[in-house]
């Protein structure tokens, strides 16, 4: 599955885009993420699969697109 | 033929369209890196009456993204100037600025009169606050915001509650540590001008139903690649419960203390913060003759009187810890400072430089 970072996130990322091994939900992923990433413990944003934002936990289809979507503020 | 022929002629737009932009009213928040192109174009295609709100001062640092702005123009209210600036241009629409910051006090009174509320605000109290705002009166939200190459852009609220909003994506805010806003991380000055475009864009689609807007969807653009990617926004439930349901308990809100940002700290965690990060500044308003003089910890000083002058020299820091005699013209100093970043972790320390020489 391909995962895409946004913001802050693509810097702690280090990348905009990244491949993994498919995971079964978004709460797995957010498990894996903030381990591989302790950073993105204390950073708050929201999920979109395949390009619908979901809230709560929410199964990733194989091969689904996942976007790590935080919020900005400047103006 | 009128300044909007080449609008009207426009194939499928027309006549009609064109009349509903003219008595529009749209309410801009922040006439700053978003709000000045937005201004400029909304007031291009006609909107009937344009609202400005914002309670900041140009300042030198502002000109290479705020392009209503000139040299000339620094140290004045940018509400007031960017209303004169559009009132030169145009004579057929109404501009009424208000130079002031919106708070839960005065956010009601202003949103009342417009259709539709354009954000153009920099900080999270200030975008809460005009999401919750809008929900309560049902007011259409034109939403953008950005981070140093990227831009975000949606429309929330248009159909009232049973649409989109800010807290269905977001219900609980970021801290102030976590999202460094481009006063303290820079931007391209064409960013927000991008940015900006696309929310006066969505403004002039909603208003004239010309096209397909960004209702219950955000666009992410980059300015590094030029890539832009659009997703579809989902109702979260369980956020509409947190949110003030009417005006009374808006007013009950305190935006700061949401976002993590509270008022107030002791002596004790000073060393604390003052080691995690060079973030961190401690300031002395006390006029200069007074004793006794803090010894303990590095510390700046600016008396209360200059403080409005010093703003250049704080944008860098994302803590700005305030102390005075006995912690009551640092709580005026915490309040005048939180006015102007409202995004940064700004504390009156209590009690002042006297609780500290008790304690020891």
């Not at chain 2, 801009?28 to 295609?45: F, H, I, R």
């Not at chain 2, 009169?113 to 606050?129: I, Q």
């Not at chain 2, 007074?290 to 020299?313: M, W």
Request: proline share 5%; hydrophobic share 35%; glycine share 8%.
């Amino acid at each position: 599955m391909k995962v895409l970072a946004f913001g802050k996130i693509a810097e702690i990322v280090g990348n905009q885009e990244i491949e993994i091994d498919n995971l079964p939900n978004t709460e797995v992923l957010l498990g894996y993420l903030r381990q591989q990433y302790p950073q993105l413990q204390n950073m708050k944003f929201t999920l979109a699969v395949n390009k619908k934002q979901v809230s709560g936990n929410t199964e990733i289809p194989r091969g689904a697109e996942v976007a790590l979507l935080p919020p900005f503020s400047g103006g | 033929m009128d300044r909007f022929e080449r609008q009207y002629i426009l194939p499928g737009f027309g006549h009609a369209a064109q009349k509903k932009l003219c008595e529009a009213k749209v309410l801009v928040v922040g006439a700053g890196g978003l709000g000045c192109p937005s201004l400029l174009y909304l007031a291009a295609a006609g909107i009937g009456t344009i609202g400005i709100v914002d309670g900041d001062k140009v300042s030198l640092s502002n000109l290479n993204r705020q392009v209503l702005f000139g040299q000339r123009d620094i140290g004045k209210n940018k509400a007031e100037t960017a209303s004169k600036i559009i009132l030169q241009k145009y004579d057929d629409i109404k501009v009424i600025p208000f130079p002031i910051f919106l708070r839960t006090d005065n956010i009601i009174d202003i949103i009342k009169d417009y259709d539709l509320v354009l954000d153009g605000s920099d900080n999270f109290p200030t975008r809460y606050l005009i999401n919750d705002a809008c929900l309560i009166l049902g007011k259409p939200l034109i939403f953008g915001a950005i981070y140093q190459t990227e831009g975000q852009v949606a429309i929330f609220n248009k159909e009232g509650q049973k649409s989109v909003n800010y807290r269905d994506i977001y219900p609980t805010p970021p801290t102030a540590q976590e999202v460094p806003n481009c006063n303290e991380t820079g931007v391209l000055g064409v960013l927000p001008g991008l940015i900006g475009t696309l929310m006066a864009t969505e403004t002039i689609k909603l208003i004239s139903g010309y096209g397909e807007t960004l209702s219950g969807k955000m666009l992410f653009y980059n300015l590094i690649d030029h890539s832009t990617y659009k997703i579809e926004l989902s109702k979260n439930p369980e956020s509409d419960l947190q949110r003030p349901q009417s005006v009374a308990d808006l007013h009950k809100m305190d935006y700061h203390d949401f976002c993590g940002i509270s008022a107030q700290l002791d002596w004790d965690t000073i060393p604390e913060l003052l080691e995690q990060n060079l973030e961190t500044v401690l300031i002395d308003v006390r006029e200069e003759y007074e004793e006794p003089k803090l010894e303990e910890y590095p510390y700046t000083r600016i008396e209360l009187s200059q403080l409005d002058n010093a703003h250049e020299s704080l944008y860098k820091f994302t803590n700005i810890l305030i102390f005075c005699q006995s912690g009551i013209r640092s709580q005026q100093a915490a309040k005048a400072l939180q006015e102007k970043f409202p995004d940064k972790n700004i504390k009156s320390i209590a009690g002042g430089i006297l609780s500290l020489t008790i304690r020891n």
